[in-house]
């Protein structure tokens, strides 16, 4: 059976080098293999659990994120980029699901405690955030996804999916299996899975200002770059550096390419070269800062201009993710129809 792919992000800012190398860039790449069907969700509902005071903000982000993944290289002939506020089955779906999930479970996704956390709600917890995790297991599975591109801080909600969909079985007991079980597809580089931020923070993020954003232009990159943390003991150049984290390093490991090293600083073949003389001594912050911000103004140029393109027609993005979001509602129909049946919600089946 061919992949079908499905995977999204929240509307709460233009997308970032954490998305990027996190999962568009594995999107690119998967969009040109042998698949089925791909969808990609533009998450609003998901975001307005927790801004759900500044709807503004995410109506506003939807045409944001609907661009950054086109001038990234979506090819929105393959892929099926779709609002999940305008595909209603989901949130039918959600209902129903939420029946086979415990609060106390929800309570110890890994993911969920460590959200919570960062946005003080430990002791007053939204019942949409905390059950958020089951509006995406309707997302996944209304899709009937196999393949689902994440980075790794969302690996519990894709197992989450998978007792969800365990639970529905175990329940309703399907004469067919309604749903496919999803896997989740992460990055092969590590770093590339959970980007950490320009301040040395575990994440990069849109909440904590500690990221690089797709569309920034050249001067707010190389302003960005140069601020960001490395070895605090690394005074002097003559200093032995610590590379284990050190975030210029960490960015190097995954945007670093030999290529670039003929290209922007010959004296080094390769990383691991660079690396040996930082630890050594000898080598400044700042030739490396240099080096890193040569690479990303070489990968986020073509992105930014392809955006500015892009914002001349807005409309015509509207239009497709509108007429998207109704070619994604008629499949999901289609798996709400089947749950239903195996639920026993067929009640047309009562007229006599």
């Known amino acids: 059976m061919k992949e079908i792919i499905l995977t999204g992000d929240r509307p709460t800012g233009n997308l970032h080098l954490g998305h990027y190398v996190g999962s568009v860039q594995n999107r690119v790449a998967l969009q040109n293999t042998d698949f089925d069907k791909f969808y990609i969700m533009i998450a609003d509902t998901q975001a307005l659990t927790d801004n759900f005071n500044n709807v503004d903000k995410v109506k506003n982000n939807i045409i944001q994120v609907a661009m950054d993944y086109i001038s990234a290289g979506i090819d929105i002939n393959k892929v099926n980029i779709f609002i999940q506020s305008q595909v209603p089955e989901l949130f039918e779906m959600t209902s129903y699901f939420l029946n086979l999930v415990t609060v106390s479970r929800l309570q110890r996704n890994p993911t969920i405690k460590e959200e919570l956390k960062q946005r003080d709600f430990v002791k007053s917890i939204p019942v949409g955030f905390l059950t958020y995790p089951v509006s995406q297991a309707a997302d996944i599975l209304a899709f009937k996804t196999t393949l689902v591109p994440v980075g ?55 909440s904590a200002g500690n990221a690089i954003y797709l569309c920034d232009d050249e001067k707010t990159i190389k302003e960005k770059v140069m601020s960001a943390y490395t070895d605090p003991d690394h005074i002097r150049v003559s200093d032995p550096g610590k590379i284990e984290g050190n975030i210029v390093f960490a960015y190097l490991d995954a945007f670093a390419k030999e290529e670039h090293f003929k290209k ?34 070489e990968l986020l140029a073509p992105i930014r201009e392809k955006k500015l393109e892009l914002e001349k027609n807005v409309n015509d993005i ?25 639920m026993g919600l067929n009640y047309l089946k009562l007229l006599k």
């Open 318 to 342: 509207y239009n497709l993710l509108f007429e998207n979001s109704l070619k994604a509602s008629l499949v999901a129909k289609a798996t709400l129809e089947e749950m239903k049946e195996a």
């Open 152 to 206: 790794e801080d969302q690996l519990p909600m894709v197992e989450q999916t998978r007792e969800v969909l365990q639970s529905f079985n175990n329940t309703y007991k399907p004469q067919n299996p309604i749903f496919n079980t999803p896997k989740a597809f992460l990055n092969e580089n590590k770093i590339c899975q959970r980007l950490p931020g320009l301040d040395g923070k575990i994440k990069m993020s849109k």
């Open 264 to 297: 922007y600083l010959p004296d080094y073949r390769n990383l691991d070269e660079l690396k040996a003389h930082y630890r050594k001594g000898g080598l400044g912050d700042v030739k490396v800062k240099l080096f890193l911000n040569n690479i990303l103004q």
